[in-house]
């Protein structure tokens, strides 16, 4: 049988306004003391943005831990005080321009459960249209691309996009038919 470790003490490493540190001396089931490093996230929140011909909007942005530009959903961290629906809407238009007139909740992500205590909400965003231009943050640098489902189910498939929120979502998108 699988039992929940006791945490005996924990201890903050590190901390900032997105992520902390956290050192957990636990004691196993065996009976072993063993201590687990674990990063703890802010909540985020990531939008499937569908426009009227059904194609996924895709942001690039350079990513610097892997050293790359990748292809992600617009999204962000959940601020104080917002629900994951308002930061998925405040994301998609200060990212974007863009605002949707429909809003439909598709499912959460735990993020890396052996490392990372963090959750991602996905939403799926219809009828969107242009409001303004981007009001990014001044370390954003993202082009916007608009993506057929089959296009982005072969890079899917060819192992382009790893990204686990943009897999999520077209996991999410798959079992409802929606694509």
Same mark, same amino acid.
């Given at each position: ?75 962000? #961290?959940?601020?104080?005080? $917002?629900? %994951?629906? =308002?930061?998925?809407? @405040?994301?998609? &238009?200060? +990212? ?45 640098? #993202?082009?916007?691309?608009? $993506?057929? %489902?089959? =296009?982005?189910?072969? @890079?899917?498939? &060819?192992? +382009? ?19």
């Amino acid at each position: 049988m699988v039992e929940k470790w006791h945490v005996e003490r924990e201890e903050i490493a590190y901390a900032d306004r997105w992520v902390r540190v956290v050192r957990a001396h636990v004691r196993l089931p065996n009976g072993r003391a063993y201590v687990y490093t674990t990063l703890w996230r802010v909540p985020g929140a990531a939008v499937v943005a569908l426009n009227e011909k059904g194609h996924v909007l895709l942001v690039r942005e350079y990513r610097h831990p892997l050293g790359q530009v990748i292809d992600q959903l617009p999204g962000g #961290l959940v601020d104080e005080g $917002e629900t %994951p629906l =308002v930061t998925a809407q @405040r994301e998609l &238009r200060e +990212e974007t321009g863009l605002e949707a007139r429909e809003w439909e909740w598709l499912g959460e992500v735990e993020d890396n459960p052996g490392l990372i205590a963090g959750t991602t909400t996905l939403f799926l965003a219809r009828d969107v249209h242009p409001v303004a231009e981007p009001a990014r943050e001044w370390t954003e640098f #993202l082009e916007m691309r608009w $993506e057929a %489902p089959d =296009v982005l189910q072969a @890079r899917i498939a &060819r192992g +382009e996009i790893r990204d686990r929120v943009v897999l999520a979502a077209w996991a999410f998108l798959t079992a409802r038919g929606v694509l």
